[in-house]
Nanobody, 123 residues
């Protein structure tokens, strides 16, 4: 199982970015894929998750601004980030889990973390 996050960059506050998490080596139908972000000195924080059966969950700070989607044909999960704020600046990483839906916000249950994508939001 391999995951690779891409699409990060520098954007002004209020702008948009779309991150991609490309997966290989496993059946998309068997795993949920989550997005987390992390800033220096802090722990990873849950951003969103796309479940193996099509459910989505987003963290409260990003609801209404971010959406998460999946393209099965491309084995890719997307994180569309709109109305970006300075506090969204972080390294965004994706990983897989098979944990019950109620615990998908907990990074301990994820594995195969891909290399993260840096998102920098400027004023």
């Amino acid at each position: 199982v391999q995951l690779q996050a891409s699409g990060g960059g520098l954007v002004q506050a209020g702008g948009s970015l779309r991150l991609s998490c490309a997966a290989s080596g496993f059946d998309f139908d068997d795993y949920s894929i989550g997005w987390f972000h992390q800033t220096p000195g802090n722990e990873r924080e849950f951003v969103g998750c796309f479940s193996w059966d099509g459910k989505t969950k987003l963290a409260d700070p990003v609801k209404g601004r971010f959406t998460i989607s999946r393209d099965i044909a491309k084995n890719t999960v997307f994180l569309q980030m709109n109305s970006l704020k300075l506090e969204d600046t972080a390294v965004y990483s994706c990983a897989v889990t098979r944990v019950i839906w109620g615990r998908v916000t907990e990074d301990d249950f994820y594995r195969n973390w891909g290399q993260g994508a840096l998102v920098t939001v400027s004023s």
